[in-house]
């Protein structure tokens, strides 16, 4: 979940010496560029998108993004020439499902990182404490002039405890991300950001 401006850009998962990055990234929230040492509970909570399917209560918080422009010109083995400058990301955002008949709600953190095909898989999760969280992932190959050419969008999804979140108003949700090949890197919801997706969770309805 790429939720901190000091966190989300962990140079291992941006491909590495292969690439050279072009632009400072500018941190958005949903479209809008944001200051998170700014950032308020109810900006956030605002921002929160409430629907209903099936009988239950979705709960959607803003995504927050940053990206970078990236020149995979000289990608290495595996890429071509062909590749040229495109903008690489990663992006994170919470969500909760309340179950219409019990009113119990599931959170989740979700984290999407554009990659390289083939390599730094999602193969962990893990609160602070080093709690492994339940995950899934997903990922779709998006070919570009050739199949040699392409990357691979993927996302985890975490479901996180709803003890570990409601700690997580003062320090803001701390994750470590871990990767098939043995790299970890620290996310990190800000507490502005937790406090506002609790308190559109918990507003009446």
């Known amino acids: 979940m790429r939720l901190s401006s000091t966190n989300v850009l962990a140079a291992a998962l941006l491909c590495g010496a292969c690439a050279t990055v ?3 990234p500018q941190v958005r929230m949903d479209s809008q560029p944001v200051d998170l040492s700014q950032l308020t509970p109810a900006e956030v909570a605002r921002a929160v998108q409430i629907t209903t399917k099936d009988g239950s209560t979705i709960y959607r918080a803003p995504t927050l993004s940053v990206s970078k422009e990236v020149d995979l010109r000289r990608g290495g083995p ?7 400058t495109t903008t690489m990301g990663r992006m994170g ?3 909760g499902v309340r179950d219409g008949r019990t009113a119990v709600v599931k959170n989740y953190a979700a984290f999407h990182s554009d990659f390289i095909a083939g390599t730094n898989r999602f193969a962990a999760v893990k609160l602070a404490d080093g709690t492994a ?5 997903t990922n779709t190959p998006h070919h570009k002039n050739d199949p040699t050419s392409y990357l691979v969008f993927e996302t985890v999804v975490a479901e996180v405890p709803e003890a570990a979140l409601r700690s997580a108003t003062t320090n803001g949700l701390m994750l470590t991300v ?10 990190t919801a800000p507490a502005a950001y937790v406090q506002g997706y609790l308190l559109a969770v918990d507003q009446p309805r």
Request: aromatic share 10%; hydrophobic share 45%; no cysteine.
């Open 133 to 137: 969280l339940p995950i899934r992932t």
């Open 78 to 84: 595996g890429l071509s020439v062909n590749l040229g």
């Open 178 to 187: 871990v990767l098939d090949n043995g790299t970890t890197f620290a996310v």
């Open 93 to 95: 955002f919470l969500f």
């Open 22 to 24: 072009k632009e400072t």
